[in-house]
C-alpha cells in the first residue's frame, strides 16, 4: 500500500514537471519576439519555431479581450512591470498572460485528471487548477530573476567600452552606440540600444537614462543613471564621472566574487557531513567496531 502510494506521488511530480517544461520550452519564442519587436521587425514576417506556441499563442490573442475587463488594478500594475523586467513589453501583454494562466490552470487539470483517476475529485481538482495558474508567474519571475543576473555581469564590461570610447573623444550618445555594436549580446545591449532609438526620437539624454533603469530594475543601473542623470544636470565632465563608475563597478564585482566564494564554502560543507563524513567514518571505524565485537564474541 505505501509503495503504491508512493508511485501515485511520484507520477503527481513527473506529470506536474512535464507540463511545466513544455510551457518553460516556450518561453524562448516569446523573448524572441520581442527582440524582433524592439529591432522593428515586422510581426506578420516572424517564423513561429514551435508548433505548441503555434497553437497556442493565438488562444491566447483571442482570450486577451475576454480578460480585460477584470480591472484588477494593483496585480497588473505588478506584472506589468514583471513583463518589461523580463524583456517581454512587446511581447507580451498582462492580459495575455492573465489569459495564459487561465489555460495553463484549464489544460493542466484536464491533463492530470486525464492521466489519474483520484485527480477526478472535485476538491483536488480546485487545488490543481490553482497549482497550474500560478505556474506562468513563476516562470515570469524566474525569467526576470535571470535577465537582471545578466545585465548585473554584463555592466562592468560595458562601462568600461563605454569609458574608453567617450575619453578617445566620442560624445555619449555615440559611445552608447560603439557600446551597442561592440559590446557582448544580452539583455544590456537590448536596453541600450532602446534608449539610443529613444534619444533619437527627441527623448533627453536623463529621461533616455531614467527610462533605462527602471526597465532593467537593478539596483546597480539605478545607481549609475542617476549619476550620470546629476552630472548632466552639473555640466560635469561625462568622461570623469564614468571613469569613476567603472572604478566602482570593477572594485564591486570583485568583492561580489568573493562573497560568492565564501557562500559557496558553506554550502559545500553540509553535503560534506551529510555524505562524505559518514563514508568516511565507516570505512575507518567499522573495521575496528567489527574486530572489536568478533574478539568479544
Do not use: N
Not at 513527473?14 to 520581442?34: E, G, H, M, N, Q
Not at 489519474?116 to 476538491?123: E, G, V
Request: hydrophobic content about 50%.
Amino acid at each position: 500500500m505505501q509503495l503504491s502510494s508512493l508511485l501515485l506521488v511520484l507520477a503527481y511530480v513527473t506529470s506536474f514537471s512535464s507540463v511545466s517544461l513544455i510551457i518553460y520550452l516556450l518561453l524562448p519564442d516569446f523573448r524572441r519576439r520581442a527582440a524582433l519587436a524592439r529591432l522593428g521587425a515586422s510581426e506578420g514576417r516572424e517564423e513561429v519555431d514551435s508548433p505548441l506556441l503555434q497553437m497556442m499563442h493565438p488562444l491566447l490573442r483571442a482570450m486577451a479581450p475576454w480578460v480585460a475587463h477584470y480591472k484588477l488594478t494593483a496585480y497588473r500594475a505588478s506584472k506589468e512591470k514583471q513583463i518589461a523586467g523580463a524583456g517581454l513589453k512587446d511581447a507580451l501583454s498582462t492580459d495575455e498572460l492573465l489569459a495564459w494562466k487561465i489555460v495553463t490552470a484549464v489544460l493542466g487539470t484536464l491533463m492530470m485528471a486525464f492521466l489519474f483517476q483520484s485527480a477526478r475529485h472535485p476538491l483536488l481538482i480546485v487545488v490543481l487548477a490553482m497549482l497550474f495558474s500560478f505556474l506562468p508567474d513563476f516562470l515570469l519571475k524566474d525569467m526576470v530573476t535571470k535577465r537582471q543576473r545578466a545585465i548585473v555581469r554584463a555592466l562592468p564590461f560595458s562601462v568600461d567600452l563605454l569609458t574608453l570610447v567617450v575619453e578617445a573623444g566620442l560624445d555619449f550618445s555615440q559611445g552608447i552606440q560603439r557600446v551597442v555594436e561592440r559590446g557582448p549580446e544580452g539583455p544590456l545591449r537590448d536596453e541600450l540600444s532602446l534608449m539610443i532609438r529613444e534619444i533619437r526620437l527627441g527623448t533627453t539624454r536623463s529621461e533616455g537614462l531614467r527610462s533605462l533603469a527602471k526597465r532593467c530594475g537593478v539596483t546597480e543601473v539605478s545607481s549609475f543613471s542617476s549619476v550620470l542623470v546629476q552630472a548632466d544636470r552639473l555640466g560635469a565632465s561625462i568622461g570623469s564621472v564614468l571613469r569613476a563608475q567603472a572604478d566602482s563597478m570593477r572594485s564591486e564585482r570583485f568583492q561580489r566574487a568573493e562573497k560568492a566564494g565564501a557562500r559557496a564554502s558553506s554550502l559545500v560543507l553540509m553535503p560534506l557531513v551529510i555524505f562524505i563524513l559518514p563514508a568516511a567514518l565507516l570505512v575507518i571505524v567499522g573495521p575496528v567496531l567489527l574486530r572489536f565485537v568478533y574478539g568479544i564474541g
